[in-house]
């Protein structure tokens, strides 16, 4: 997506509010205003409104974290993962806490009674797309299928959330702490030594 063109600077704007307001406390007034367009306009590249426009910026911000993700899980699981944390630690930091992540904030509010849950929907598919991606670098690496599923659904949660309490608390340090402990289940999960236990 080229942020060049005024429909992508929309979406990008978008992204940005409801990463820090959630979509629930944004009209689309205040989408239009934040990315710079006219209100008129944004109507016009989202005939459907709200729930059209949260739905592409999440998917949006989603194609962002899959695309880092699955370049830094060529390195390996730990390797993806690493990357994973240090993009929400930096998103978190940079925002002074302010800031988390858009798919997740959609995540947590009700779905319109009134409209197609397009938002909702769209963050589905991207916590969807996080958890295959780091599920097949850790087949890849070793670990068994059941437990590569289990596990990505585990990172993907638990790094959301903990990016949830980082913000309530204004401190970093439960990514961190979550950070050590994810990296060591990874480890265990994908060397087949660890994997055995000791010999008896």
Same mark, same amino acid.
Not at 116 to 139: C, G, Q, V, Y
């Given at each position: !997506? =080229? &942020?060049?063109?005024? *429909?992508?600077?929309?979406?990008?704007?978008?992204?940005?509010?409801? *990463?820090?307001?959630?979509?629930?406390?944004?009209?689309?007034?205040?989408?239009?205003?934040? =990315?710079?367009?006219?209100?008129? =306009?944004?109507?016009?590249?989202?005939?459907?409104?709200?729930?059209?426009?949260?739905?592409?910026?999440?998917?949006?911000?989603?194609?962002?974290?899959?695309?880092?993700? *699955? *370049?830094?899980? %060529?390195?390996?699981?730990?390797?993806?993962?690493?990357?994973?944390?240090?993009?929400?630690?930096?998103?978190?930091?940079?925002?002074?806490?302010?800031?988390?992540? /858009?798919?997740?904030?959609?995540?947590?509010?009700? /779905? /319109?009674?009134?409209?197609?849950?397009?938002?909702? +929907?769209? $963050?589905?598919?991207?916590?969807?797309?996080?958890?295959?991606?780091? =599920?097949?670098?850790?087949?890849?690496? #070793? %670990?068994?299928?059941?437990?590569?599923? &289990?596990?990505?659904?585990?990172?993907?949660?638990?790094?959301? #959330?903990?990016?949830? !309490?980082?913000?309530?608390?204004?401190?970093?340090?439960?990514?961190?702490?979550?950070?050590?402990?994810?990296?060591?289940?990874?480890?265990?999960?994908? +060397?087949?030594?660890?994997?055995? #236990? /000791?010999? $008896?």
């Amino acid at each position: !997506m =080229s &942020q060049a063109d005024p *429909r992508s600077r929309i979406v990008v704007g978008a992204a940005d509010l409801i *990463r820090r307001r959630g979509l629930a406390g944004s009209t689309v007034r205040d989408l239009a205003t934040h =990315s710079g367009a006219p209100l008129g =306009s944004t109507y016009h590249y989202f005939p459907r409104g709200k729930q059209q426009l949260a739905a592409e910026a999440v998917h949006f911000a989603g194609d962002l974290v899959s695309g880092v993700l *699955r *370049r830094e899980l %060529a390195a390996g699981p730990v390797a993806g993962l690493r990357a994973f944390l240090g993009l929400w630690r930096q998103t978190v930091l940079d925002s002074d806490f302010r800031a988390g992540c /858009p798919v997740l904030a959609v995540s947590v509010e009700e /779905p /319109p009674a009134d409209a197609a849950p397009e938002a909702l +929907d769209a $963050a589905a598919e991207m916590f969807t797309a996080w958890e295959k991606l780091l =599920s097949d670098s850790l087949r890849e690496h #070793g %670990a068994d299928f059941a437990v590569a599923a &289990q596990m990505a659904t585990l990172i993907v949660a638990a790094v959301e #959330g903990t990016v949830a !309490m980082c913000r309530a608390q204004r401190d970093i340090t439960a990514l961190d702490h979550v950070a050590v402990q994810l990296e060591q289940l990874i480890q265990t999960a994908t +060397d087949p030594v660890r994997r055995k #236990g /000791p010999a $008896a």
